[in-house]
């Protein structure tokens, strides 16, 4: 079982990720903005974190900057799961040290894949 971090301020996505992560027999977390989200990756040193972009206090980008450039938290593998969609947003998610990049709406077994495929190590 991982404990996977889903950061996220609209509180129906945060309930259907979280859904889908304990469907899957991990430990979810929540945070509902980037700066809970950066304080809650330190705080629990997650196995897998699910990130928003577009939130209130440090956007996504911001975060997954903090967080991958953090010593005890930068070997989390970070999610982007947001709804902007253009290759521009894609490659500078990338950039601040995201290891995936899915757009909203997603599809679960998408999420499912993305999950599994870093939890193994790839």
């Known amino acids: 079982m991982a ?8 509180p129906s996505q945060l309930m259907g990720m979280k859904r889908i992560v304990e469907k899957l027999g991990h430990e979810a977390l929540t945070a509902e903005d ?12 997650p196995d897998l974190i699910l990130m928003d ?3 209130p206090n440090l956007n996504g980008f911001q975060a997954t900057r903090a967080i991958s450039k953090e010593a005890s938290t ?12 253009q290759e521009t947003d894609k490659v500078w998610g990338m950039r601040q040290g995201a ?14 894949e993305v999950i599994n495929g870093l939890l193994s190590g790839g």
Do not use: C
């Not at 980037?34 to 040193?45: D, I, L, S, T, Y």
């Open 99 to 112: 290891k995936a990049y899915i757009t909203k709406p997603f599809n679960e077994n998408q999420l499912i």
């Open 74 to 85: 930068a070997h989390i593998p970070i999610v982007l799961v947001t709804t902007k969609d």
């Open 53 to 55: 972009v577009v939130m």
């Open 3 to 10: 404990r996977i971090l889903i950061v996220d301020d609209s």
């Open 34 to 45: 980037g700066a809970a989200g950066v304080e809650a990756a330190k705080a629990n040193v």
